[in-house]
């Protein structure tokens, strides 16, 4: 799993591209703050190499609680900035800081 941060001089934006990769998945999203934890807006393109990636625009100075979902089964990101509790889940979330 990666997390790469490009953050845009003329806007306030980073554009943030989430990379996984792993073994015989069919289908890879990432949920969180940014996108009301919707996987269908979220959904990451497998890759000629089986891994999965997607770009998004996020704002600049935030932070976001997100998960990857693997074929149903919610994952966390092992480069995450942090963690965090998160009560409503019942475990602990990644959390990206922009």
């Known amino acids: 799993m990666a997390i790469a941060k490009k953050y845009l001089k003329t806007k306030p934006v980073c554009k943030v591209?989430?990379?996984?990769?792993?073994?015989?998945?069919k289908?890879?999203?990432?949920?969180?703050?940014?996108?009301?934890w919707n996987?269908?807006?979220?959904?990451?393109?497998?890759?000629?190499?089986g891994s999965f990636k997607g770009t998004f625009d996020l704002p600049k100075e935030n932070s976001f609680?997100?998960?990857?979902?693997?074929?149903?089964e919610y994952i966390n990101d092992a480069q995450a900035d942090r963690y965090q509790w998160n009560d409503y889940a019942g475990s602990e979330n990644a959390v990206l800081e922009l």
């Open 39 to 49: 996987a269908k807006k979220s959904e990451l393109k497998k890759q000629k190499n």
């Open 27 to 36: 289908k890879v999203a990432v949920v969180g703050d940014f996108n009301n």
């Open 17 to 25: 591209t989430f990379t996984v990769s792993p073994e015989d998945a």
């Open 65 to 72: 609680e997100f998960k990857y979902i693997v074929d149903g």
